[in-house]
């Protein structure tokens, strides 16, 4: 294994930018390079009108394919340093004779910016004294070139475009930095957030194993040993008393069936083949009825498979339904209607309206027909309820949709 101090010398010795970045970074590459090349060739073919053609043409076309390289991807930073610093004194041996001439080149001052941006200390700072040698060469062999000149073309022409670049550098490593900071910030409270659902998840788990099972359990044993009694003294009890000890028995049960259900996905290991769905629609009927309430259940269009969590929605939609017939219904029955259309699935419910609440008596909360509302949202879909013409009917109408998967986790 590499030592720390290798595998840090083996880096490579430019930035990478980020890859959404590329497109635009190589657009403005170009867009630069094309604006170094214009004014360098307008500036070069101003002071070398008095050359001959030739030396003049050979030093344009030098310009042009030099500036030309800059659109070339960042790796290649490093050469093109090192290019216009051999152009840079070629050009000045080129125009000794030329009087008054302090410019540089705008190429090299873009050259200088990319290694400043675009490479790693060592390397960039190797680049940047070579543009800077390439300036004082510049200086020393123009003709009529003062000391000021001499020293202030490197600053001028290489340092101050390289700080620029280096600038740009460490503001992008520490945005990148803030960004990293933030993210590891969202992804720490969403693990705090996911810890403390799992705390009270199982504090959930934990209520309703201690509290409602036992109570149910106990519910369900007192039915099941009145049931024994009644049955071992015949003629005790009347039918309907019997009938409807057993279907306390049934129901108590079925909601320790529900709650085992329920548990298990509280603790986030749901049995697949100890789930619900429209398939034990007949066994929450059977409950039903035991309790005295008629269910007349009626399906239309073709039906199908539906995905998981829409086929345990629309039972807990149709569960809700039977309840509130149960509580809120004249009792002499309730009509259950499964229609199945493209895309879509549609349930309903009709049974008649019951008395008002006596005075002291709980009014209607509504929390089951929102808990109804959210599942139909859930899925796409959409519920309506309320009295029908005449004010007699109450009638519950759930449309979900099946084709795509939900937004969320349904119980």
Not at 166 to 185: D, F, M, P, Q, V
Not at 215 to 229: D, Y
């Amino acid at each position: 294994m590499d030592s720390p101090s290798t595998s840090t010398a083996r880096r490579p010795a430019r930035l990478r930018p980020p890859p959404g970045e590329m497109p635009s970074l190589i657009r403005q590459a170009r867009l630069a390079a094309l604006a170094c090349l214009l004014v360098d060739a307008a500036v070069l073919a101003d002071a070398t009108g008095h050359l001959p053609v030739s030396h003049r043409t050979a030093a344009l076309i030098g310009i042009v394919v030099a500036d030309a390289l800059l659109a070339l991807p960042t790796k290649y930073s490093g050469r093109l340093a090192c290019l216009y610093a051999v152009a840079t004194m070629v050009l000045a041996l080129a125009l000794r004779t030329t009087p008054d001439i302090e410019w540089g080149l705008a190429g090299g001052t873009l050259a200088a910016y990319r290694v400043g941006a675009w490479m790693r200390d060592r390397a960039s700072v190797a680049a940047v004294l070579v543009l800077a040698a390439g300036a004082v060469g510049w200086g020393a062999l123009a003709s009529g070139a003062t000391a000021v000149a001499i020293w202030t073309g490197p600053v001028r022409n290489a340092f101050i475009p390289w700080l620029i670049g280096r600038y740009t550098s460490a503001r992008r490593r520490y945005i990148s930095e803030l960004r990293l900071g933030r993210e590891l910030e969202l992804r720490d409270a969403t693990a705090q957030m996911e810890r403390a659902t799992d705390q009270l998840r199982a504090s959930v788990s934990r209520d309703l194993h201690d509290v409602i099972s036992h109570h149910v359990s106990a519910i369900g044993a007192h039915a099941g040993a009145a049931r024994l009694r009644l049955a071992a003294r015949p003629g005790t009890a009347d039918p309907e008393t019997t009938k409807a000890i057993a279907a306390v028995e049934h129901s108590s049960r079925a909601a320790m069936a529900d709650l085992r259900r329920v548990l298990d996905i509280l603790h986030g290991s749901p049995d697949p083949t100890n789930q619900i769905g429209l398939g034990n629609l007949d066994q929450l009927f059977d409950g039903v009825e035991g309790s005295g309430l008629n269910v007349q259940f009626k399906v239309s269009g073709e039906p199908r498979q539906l995905p998981g969590s829409v086929d345990i929605a629309l039972y807990r939609i149709a569960q809700e339904m039977l309840t509130n017939a149960l509580r809120h219904g004249d009792g002499e029955g309730v009509v259950v209607e499964l229609t199945f259309t493209a895309g879509a699935v549609e349930l309903s419910a009709r049974n008649g309206i019951g008395p008002p609440p006596e005075v002291g008596e709980h009014p209607l909360s509504g929390r089951g027909l929102a808990g109804i509302r959210g599942r139909a949202a859930l899925f796409g879909g959409q519920a309506r309820y309320g009295p029908t013409v005449g004010g007699k009917t109450w009638e519950t109408k759930v449309t979900v949709r099946d084709e795509t998967p939900p937004r969320g986790e349904e119980w």
